[in-house]
């Protein structure tokens, strides 16, 4: 269940509750907002479990790109090492070796950046969600009555 989707529930039930004559509260069944809060309590683990992953897709598709860059200085070398040895044209294949691994780290390391940017932006839109609906939940438990704020 989305979380979203629970607190606008909440709100819908803040909503439409009854007001308390001659004052700014209202009446809520308990048991609705408790059934409310059970199901967030429910929710959250997974949208944190969901960050998660995003965090281990960050560190599988790094490790990727960390063996892939060494895979390309591996055959890099390898190519460097033969045209010596079966060549002898030493400062072309050391060249084109620095080239390649030159090439590979920049390219891992572009790699690494966007994963990890990308990783900053859905941690950052799930922490204002979070922090959004924390506020709302503390909102709607505020206007209960005989409710004191626990933070």
Same mark, same amino acid.
């Given at each position: 269940? $989305?979380?979203?989707?629970?607190?606008?529930?909440?709100?819908?039930?803040?909503?439409?509750?009854?007001?308390?004559?001659?004052?700014?509260?209202? &009446?809520? @069944?308990? %048991? $609705?907002?408790?059934?409310?809060?059970?199901? &967030?309590?429910? #929710?959250?683990?997974? @949208?944190?479990?969901? =960050?998660?992953?995003?965090?281990?897709?960050? !560190?599988?598709?790094?490790?990727?790109?960390?063996?892939?860059? @060494?895979?390309?200085? #591996?055959?890099?070398?390898?190519?460097?090492?033969?045209?010596?040895? +079966?060549?002898?044209?030493? +400062?072309?294949?050391? @060249?084109?070796? !620095?080239?390649?691994?030159? *090439? =590979?780290?920049? *390219? =891992?390391? $572009? #790699?690494?950046? !966007?994963? %990890?940017?990308?990783?900053?932006?859905?941690?950052? #839109?799930? /922490?204002?969600?979070?922090?959004?609906?924390?506020?709302?939940?503390?909102?709607?438990?505020? /206007?209960?009555?005989?409710?004191?704020?626990?933070?």
């Amino acid at each position: 269940m $989305d979380i979203m989707y629970l607190v606008d529930r909440l709100e819908a039930l803040v909503n439409s509750s009854r007001r308390v004559p001659l004052s700014s509260r209202i &009446m809520l @069944e308990e %048991e $609705d907002v408790l059934a409310i809060v059970e199901q &967030m309590r429910q #929710t959250i683990p997974s @949208e944190i479990k969901q =960050a998660r992953r995003v965090l281990q897709d960050r !560190e599988q598709i790094l490790k990727q790109a960390q063996s892939e860059a @060494e895979k390309i200085v #591996t055959m890099a070398r390898e190519r460097a090492e033969y045209m010596i040895n +079966n060549e002898g044209i030493l +400062n072309m294949a050391k @060249e084109r070796g !620095e080239q390649v691994l030159s *090439d =590979a780290q920049r *390219d =891992a390391q $572009d #790699t690494r950046s !966007e994963i %990890e940017q990308y990783a900053v932006e859905v941690l950052g #839109t799930l /922490e204002q969600q979070l922090q959004l609906q924390l506020h709302q939940v503390r909102n709607g438990l505020q /206007e209960l009555p005989g409710h004191s704020p626990q933070r």
